[in-house]
């Protein structure tokens, strides 16, 4: 038989388990929520380099200095081949004009004037006309006032780098400091060649039917053992 003190124990027994199981399933919704607001916490954050140092296409003026001294009659090799390729980058860019600013009021301004002409002269040969060029002075002091070459262009770039506004050292949330793949982002923008690449693709070329049909026949009469022949 028993006793009037069983029951409670009995029904204190049974109530155990739920207890127990309503207790686990709490602290889980809580954990889950807890895991859900620090991944939406840390998520707002951006962790990639790309978005926080974007390469930006936007136009600007392409600026190129030519040193000259007072004793100086006309372009040397050096400064040649920097105005050769200023003209090649000049007319990959599609630009219409060009700027050549001359210094006056220095020591070396007759020098300067001798070494534009120079300069004019070498932008000829390289397919520059004279009516893509356009001539202007701007105020120096002193001596050694360089000549600059200058044409708006499409260009690329990222950054400011070398930003610090946090402690790198607080690395609580294990995530990538701010100035983090910023000269990498910076580096690879000045080195693709035409920034309207990454607006968009180009246009397809024409086909050079001619060779396409020279191909097919090597192809057809030889097989493959010549193929590689005709590349």
């Known amino acids: 038989m028993l006793s009037v003190n069983d029951t409670p124990k009995r029904e204190i027994t ?5 207890i127990a199981a309503g207790l686990i399933v709490a602290l889980l919704a809580t954990g889950c ?10 998520g707002t954050v951006p962790d990639d380099y790309r978005t926080r140092h974007p390469i930006v296409v936007a136009e600007n003026q392409v600026v190129e200095a030519i040193p000259v001294t007072t004793n ?10 920097v105005v050769v390729d200023f003209a090649n980058r000049f007319r990959r860019s599609g630009s ?11 020591s070396n301004e007759g020098a300067a004037n001798a070494v534009a002409r120079s300069i004019v002269a070498t932008l000829g040969d ?6 893509q060029i356009a001539l202007s002075n701007y105020q120096a002091d002193g001596a050694g006032a360089p000549i600059q070459l200058a044409f708006m262009s499409l ?4 950054g400011p ?35 309207a690449d990454l607006v968009g693709p180009r246009g397809e070329s024409e086909i050079d039917s001619t060779r396409r049909d020279n191909v097919i026949t090597n192809w057809r ?8 022949s005709q590349f």
Not at 33 to 42: C, E, F, I
Not at 155 to 158: G, W, Y
Not at 162 to 176: L, M
Not at 221 to 228: I, Y
């Open 96 to 106: 219409r004009y060009m700027q050549i600013v001359v210094p006056v009021g220095s």
């Open 72 to 81: 100086t009659k006309s372009l040397s090799l050096r400064h040649r081949n």
């Open 126 to 131: 390289n397919g520059i006309t004279a009516s």
């Open 221 to 228: 009469t030889n097989g493959s053992e010549d193929l590689t």
């Open 155 to 158: 260009t690329a770039e990222a």
């Open 33 to 42: 929520a807890s895991s859900t607001h620090d991944r939406l916490t840390v």
């Open 161 to 195: 780098c070398g930003e610090w506004p946090e402690d790198i050292s607080v690395t609580g949330q294990n995530r990538q400091y701010h100035n983090f793949g910023c000269a990498t982002q910076n580096n690879l923008a000045k080195m693709i060649a035409n920034p």
């Open 14 to 18: 049974r109530r155990a388990p739920s």
